[in-house]
C-alpha cells in the first residue's frame, strides 16, 4: 500500500533523523516535511514504532496515512516552479 508520513518537529536534529528513517524504507520526499511511498503493513508498523522512538519527548507531531490504489488514482498535484 501506499503510505504518506508528514510530520511537524522543531528539533533540527530530530527532524533529519526522522527524514532519514523515512529514507531508509524507501520512502520518496514530496515535500520538505512529507514522504510517500510503498510500504506493507509490517513495514508501515516498523517504520511508526521507529519514528516515535526518533520523536521521543521532543515536541513534534508525525502522521502516517495509508492510501488505498482507488484514491490515489484520484489525486491531482498543481506545481509552479520559476523559470530563471
Known sequence: ???LVIYDVENDRVRLKVA?????????RVQYSAFKGE???N???ELF??????????V???????MCDKDLKRAR???NVSIM
Open 39 to 41: 510500504l506493507t503493513g
Open 1 to 3: 500500500m501506499q503510505v
Open 43 to 45: 513495514r508501515m508498523e
Open 77 to 79: 498535484e498543481i506545481e
Open 60 to 66: 513534534g507531531n508525525i502522521q502516517m496515512y495509508p
Open 20 to 28: 532519514n528513517a523515512c529514507k531508509d524504507y524507501g520512502l520518496q
Open 49 to 58: 514504532f521507529r519514528l516515535k522512538k526518533i520523536l521521543g519527548v521532543d
